[in-house]
């Protein structure tokens, strides 16, 4: 089955409406068992998290922050790609930038009107491909509405936080 006949297939179970049917599960398991270094497991995939030596990690992996912005990165590229294939694009090479920054006052709650999150994150997308620019305005639009993990960054998804 080509990747145009597999988006083909979800986005008529996304028309259809049902939302069991429609409804993508996940969940996995962070353990970090020594300052910073920290595996998760999701699935049968590990992801390794740590923190530069500066911040007192082991500088063995990214950090949280990079590891976001990486989820965030591939996942505008896959919601690129599947798009391209509905659109009957045909696309190579996808880059995605991006660029923020933490403010620590945030972190250690110094100033109560700090964010401890990113104040703003810049985005920037190359897509080779031989599509005229109006159909990859298409694309990029098509993507900045129906990627997953942008929406969950941008949106305020709601979070529990529990201690067990």
Do not use: W
């Not at 999701?42 to 989820?71: C, I, L, Q, R, Y």
């Not at 810049?122 to 298409?138: G, N």
């Amino acid at each position: 089955m080509t990747l145009k006949e597999q988006m083909l297939h979800y986005q008529a179970v996304a028309r259809a409406g049902d939302p069991a049917a429609c409804a993508e599960p996940m969940s996995g398991t962070v353990v970090q068992e020594r300052p910073f270094y920290t595996e998760g497991r999701f699935g049968h995939h590990v992801v390794v998290v740590d923190e530069p030596t500066s911040f007192g990690g082991s500088d063995k992996a990214a950090n949280p922050a990079e590891v976001m912005m990486a989820g965030v990165a591939a996942s505008i590229c896959v919601t690129l790609r599947c798009h391209a294939a509905l659109l009957g694009l045909e696309v190579g090479r996808i880059e995605v930038g991006l660029a923020g920054a933490l403010d620590i006052r945030g972190f250690f709650d110094a100033d109560p009107a700090v964010r401890s999150g990113f104040g703003s994150l810049e985005i920037t997308v190359k897509i080779d491909s031989p599509a005229a620019p109006a159909e990859l305005k298409r694309l990029m639009a098509a993507a900045d509405r129906g990627c997953p993990v942008l929406d969950s960054v941008r949106g305020a998804t709601p979070i529990t936080l529990t201690l067990l």
